[in-house]
């Protein structure tokens, strides 16, 4: 979820980050308001992993979502972060698929920018509404459950 575009919308790259490199592997890199950073969904995600784990950029090999925190910290067993990330997950392929019945979308673009997409499609119908609240839903267990706003990019 943290590098399929559900998450956050894009990285921020770090100084101790090469953006040569970071680009020779596949990167997409751009430049806004002075900073580097690539776009999620990220290239190299593939299978649920990282294809470049070990030169990954600076900012994922900081990022632990909120479920991960509290696995490391005892606070959460492994089988109940489990269940939180397939529950999530079901949330995500419900929106995925209201998306796909409303209008086809551009894959390489975020989960946020493809329900927007979505909902701008006319004429509205009931599927808008249910699409406006299963993604309202999400958002509301990410907020809760995953992202954590001092590391989110
Ligand atoms: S570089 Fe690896 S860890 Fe970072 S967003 Fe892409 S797939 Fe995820």
Same mark, same amino acid.
Do not use: W
């Given at each position: 979820?943290?590098?399929?575009?559900? %998450? @956050?919308?894009?990285?921020? $790259?770090?100084?101790?980050? #090469?953006? /040569?490199?970071?680009?020779?592997?596949? =990167?997409?890199?751009?430049?806004?308001?002075?900073?580097?950073?690539?776009?999620?969904?990220?290239?190299?995600?593939?299978?649920?992993?990282?294809?470049?784990?070990?030169?990954?950029?600076?900012?994922?090999? %900081? @990022?632990?979502?909120?479920? $991960?925190?509290?696995?490391? #910290?005892? /606070?959460?067993?492994?089988?109940?972060? =489990?269940?939180?990330?397939?529950?999530?997950?079901?949330?995500?392929?419900?929106?995925?698929?209201?998306?796909?019945?409303?209008?086809?979308?551009?894959?390489?673009?975020?989960?946020?920018?493809?329900?927007?997409?979505?909902?701008?499609?006319?004429?509205?119908?009931?599927?808008?509404?249910?699409?406006?609240?299963?993604?309202?839903?999400?958002?509301?267990?990410?907020?809760?459950?995953?992202?954590?706003?001092?590391?989110?990019?």
């Amino acid at each position: 979820m943290c590098c399929d575009g559900t %998450l @956050f919308h894009s990285v921020v $790259l770090q100084p101790n980050d #090469s953006a /040569t490199s970071l680009s020779s592997l596949g =990167l997409i890199l751009k430049r806004k308001k002075g900073a580097l950073s690539f776009r999620q969904p990220c290239p190299a995600h593939q299978n649920s992993q990282c294809g470049i784990y070990e030169n990954r950029p600076h900012r994922c090999r %900081l @990022f632990q979502c909120q479920q $991960l925190l509290q696995v490391s #910290s005892g /606070t959460l067993s492994q089988t109940q972060a =489990l269940e939180t990330i397939r529950s999530t997950r079901e949330k995500i392929k419900q929106v995925d698929q209201l998306i796909g019945k409303i209008t086809e979308t551009n894959p390489s673009h975020g989960l946020s920018q493809r329900v927007a997409t979505a909902l701008a499609t006319t004429p509205t119908t009931p599927l808008h509404s249910d699409l406006t609240l299963a993604m309202d839903e999400l958002n509301q267990t990410l907020n809760q459950q995953f992202r954590v706003p001092e590391q989110s990019s």
